[in-house]
């Protein structure tokens, strides 16, 4: 197994991508520390990975404040002794914002959706490496993988019509600089920082905003949601046939998972400072 022995420390892996991450590493033989906003999700995972055979420890919380963060580390250190790899999934973060409408200031929604998306989508992560940074220094090896977006790349097919917030876009962009930064700044002590970029996957969340593009706006002209926004459709919406993916094949969560085993595993021991798109060729930058 290629991660036999190691310590991995994953955050906001309650369900979806994250989870599959979780379940990954442990398959492969490495003990985790698992995290989600939701206890109930944390602990029905835990016990699922207690059933592949290693040890799993749970810290349920909110990782956007250091408090978290902290448990997280310190729980790892002292059930293990030691934090080989870090998976940074936490993102997202639109919240409750959609609801705020304060007729006394006009940028209440703007700010809240903005103080959001940063709290989720960079400074989380950039807390979480923080926070294991002196314990890789110290034992001179980790591997970091950071959970960006193809909404943080400019290549992204078709911004118009999928209504992401101009704050998502930007928090991703900035993880994937971030990730640039860090691997030149601890590359000397051996410790690998590269992000990934997950294509769309029809997750349930993903699913009612297909839906409802799609019967709501004329430009798709009958198209198919899940064709359409997993990108194997034929792109009837403008006209010229061409697929938004190259493999016109559903991406999956278990897609994503192999792309972390891969750059957590010795296999990427040459590869730090990288942002890997793993979406059937939607984007090709």
């Known amino acids: 197994m290629k991660l036999d022995g190691k310590v991995s420390l994953i955050s906001a892996c309650g369900r979806g991508i994250g989870k599959e991450v979780a379940l990954t590493l442990a398959r492969e033989g490495s003990n985790v520390?698992?995290?989600?906003?939701?206890?109930?999700?944390?602990?029905?995972?835990?016990?699922?990975?207690?059933?592949?055979?290693?040890?799993?420890?749970?810290?349920?919380?909110?990782?956007?404040?250091?408090?978290?963060?902290?448990?997280?580390?310190?729980?790892a250190i002292d059930a293990?002794?030691?934090?080989?790899?870090?998976?940074?999934?936490?993102?997202?973060?639109?919240?409750?914002?959609?609801?705020?409408?304060?007729?006394?200031?006009?940028?209440?929604?703007?700010?809240?959706?903005?103080?959001?998306?940063?709290?989720?989508s960079l400074k989380a992560p950039v807390l979480m490496c923080e926070a294991v940074m002196p314990h890789?220094?110290?034992?001179?090896?980790?591997?970091?993988?950071?959970?960006?977006?193809?909404?943080?790349?400019?290549?992204?097919?078709?911004?118009?019509?999928?209504?992401?917030?101009?704050?998502?876009?930007?928090?991703?962009?900035?993880?994937?600089?971030?990730?640039?930064?860090?691997?030149?700044?601890?590359?000397?002590?051996?410790?690998?920082?590269?992000?990934?970029?997950?294509?769309?996957i029809y997750t349930d969340g993903w699913r009612a905003l297909a839906e409802g593009m799609v019967n709501n706006d004329p430009r798709f002209k009958g198209e198919d949601a899940r064709e359409w926004f997993i990108g194997i459709g034929e792109g009837r919406y403008v006209g010229d046939g061409i697929p938004q993916t190259a493999m016109r094949r559903e991406q999956t969560t278990g897609d994503i998972a192999e792309a972390v085993l891969f750059l957590a595993s010795e296999a990427a021991a040459n590869i730090t400072g990288q942002t890997l798109n793993v979406d059937g060729g939607m984007v090709k930058d």
């Not at 207690?50 to 580390?73: C, H, N, P, Q, Y």
């Not at 870090?86 to 700010?111: F, M, W």
């Open 33 to 75: 520390v698992i995290n989600s906003f939701s206890d109930k999700n944390t602990q029905a995972l835990a016990k699922e990975i207690e059933g592949l055979g290693v040890k799993v420890v749970a810290v349920a919380g909110d990782v956007t404040g250091s408090a978290v963060i902290l448990e997280m580390v310190a729980a």
């Open 80 to 120: 293990f002794g030691k934090i080989d790899i870090l998976v940074n999934n936490v993102g997202g973060g639109d919240g409750e914002s959609h609801d705020i409408d304060d007729k006394d200031n006009p940028l209440a929604r703007t700010e809240a959706l903005w103080d959001a998306s940063y709290a989720h």
């Open 136 to 200: 890789f220094i110290e034992k001179k090896s980790g591997k970091i993988i950071n959970m960006s977006s193809l909404a943080g790349r400019p290549g992204m097919p078709h911004v118009d019509l999928v209504p992401i917030p101009s704050c998502y876009h930007s928090m991703k962009a900035g993880l994937i600089r971030y990730t640039q930064l860090l691997a030149d700044q601890v590359g000397r002590h051996n410790i690998n920082v590269n992000a990934i970029c997950p294509g769309i």
